[in-house]
């Protein structure tokens, strides 16, 4: 006799939105600590702090949860460009020094427990 209950989802379907949510739960840990104020956040800007509008922390998102390669992905990313300059390296044009102030990867470093965490958690909490 066949089970003709309500609709209950295969371990597949559990999984697949399982790791959809902690991809978001694990790229909203990033985010937070990218707008976070401890040092390396982007509260207060790149430098001195003299020039933050709050525009590249309100630009930061996360994309949709993806298929590449066979696996799940999301981005977390900003269509500022200035980040890239400051992130990647540039030559300012006040002070006249090439300036780089790397903020996202050592965000992610300190933050890797917290991401993780915040996956298993929420990937847990959809799969019981």
Do not use: C
Not at 64 to 82: M, Q, W
């Amino acid at each position: 006799m066949t089970y003709t209950g309500g609709f209950v989802p295969t371990f597949a379907q559990r999984h697949a939105r399982a790791t959809d949510a902690a991809l978001e739960a694990g790229a909203n840990e990033l985010i937070n600590g990218l707008k976070d104020t401890k040092p390396l956040g982007l509260t207060q800007g790149y430098t001195s702090g003299a020039f933050t509008t709050g525009n590249l922390l309100n630009s930061i998102q996360a994309s949709e949860p993806y298929t590449e390669a066979g696996t799940r992905h999301i981005r977390v990313f900003t269509d500022v460009l200035y980040a890239l300059y400051w992130e990647m390296g540039h030559l300012n044009a006040f002070t006249r020094k090439y300036e780089r102030e790397e903020r996202w990867g050592p965000t992610l470093q300190r933050k890797d427990e917290d991401i993780l965490a915040a996956y298993t958690r929420v990937y847990k909490r959809f799969m019981e």
